[in-house]
């Protein structure tokens, strides 16, 4: 599955951004889908995934209350819906996915196996 990722671009915090994940080749469906970002100088965290097949949520404690990841099927995309934007929620984010990911693994970059190509979000106070 090849997979682009837009939608980013510069916000005043308390702003609102939605990032998009937008598939080809298969049924995103399917596929686990998991955002993820990094910050300049730091290590690429989780933010949210949807699992496939099924549709549960999860999001880092950070975000919880502030992002919403959600799938649009008939678009073959996820998108994660950003609001109450502070500074600290620079970054690149990527969005990965995975046809057979476990529960457990949900939070580890290294077990999706497809990623877009990241795109950036900057929050200005």
């Known amino acids: 599955v090849q997979l682009q990722a837009c939608g980013g671009g510069l916000v005043q915090a308390g702003g609102s951004l939605r990032l998009f994940c937008a598939a080809s080749g298969r049924t995103l469906s399917r596929y686990t889908v998991g955002w993820f970002r990094q910050a300049p100088g730091k290590e690429r965290e989780f933010v949210a995934a949807?699992?496939?097949?099924?549709?549960?949520?999860y999001y880092a404690d950070s975000v919880k209350g502030r992002f919403t990841i959600a799938r649009d099927n008939a678009k073959n995309t996820v998108y994660l819906q950003m609001n109450s934007l502070k500074p600290e929620d620079t970054a690149v984010y990527y969005c990965?996915?995975?046809?057979?990911?476990?529960?457990?693994?949900?939070?580890?970059?290294?077990?999706?196996?497809?990623w877009g190509q990241g795109t950036l979000v900057t929050v200005s106070s």
């Open positions: 990965g996915a995975d046809r057979f990911l476990i529960t457990s693994s949900i939070r580890n970059q290294y077990a999706y196996d497809y």
């Open positions: 949807i699992k496939g097949n099924g549709g549960t949520t």
